[in-house]
């Protein structure tokens, strides 16, 4: 194994295009998106996360997940020797098809794992119309 074959994703850091006045700071989760026949899911890795900061939204075909972490004080005895995990909140924000069933979208969160089930619509299948006298 070389050292091209191991890459270290480093957290990146999520870039507000308009003004705040939130001094939090979010980071961008990363993804894992997989496509069946019948649906796409996205699975989205969110350490500190738990099921009350979760916050997953539709508008407009737009997808947007919002995961906040209850950051707690540090231990006041604490002596940091090494500090290299940044802590913050996670935003991401998808662009929905219109294949996508939007009212049977659904979501899990386990252990820091965000899993988000996208099923697609079905499209209309032929069938014979029948005609009745009045």
């Known amino acids: 194994m070389t050292d091209q074959d191991l890459k270290v994703a480093n957290k990146q850091e999520l870039l507000h295009k308009e003004e705040t006045t939130s001094t939090d700071k979010y980071f961008v989760p990363t993804v894992d998106i997989f496509e069946t026949e019948n649906e796409v899911t996205v ?3 969110m350490p500190g996360v738990d099921n009350d900061g979760v916050d997953i939204s539709l508008d407009a075909d737009i997808l947007t997940i919002k995961g906040r972490m209850d950051i707690a004080d540090e231990d006041k005895n604490w002596k940091i020797l090494l500090h290299e995990y940044e802590t913050g909140h996670y935003l991401r924000r ?3 098809a219109e294949t996508i069933d939007q009212e049977n979208i659904a979501a899990t ?4 794992l965000l899993k988000i089930i996208l099923p697609k619509s079905m ?3 032929p069938r014979k119309i029948e005609v009745r006298s009045e």
């Not at 969160?109 to 820091?112: A, R, S």
């Open 123 to 125: 499209p209309a299948q």
């Open 109 to 112: 969160l386990n252990d820091g």
């Open 94 to 96: 998808f662009t929905v």
């Open 43 to 45: 699975v989205a890795e």
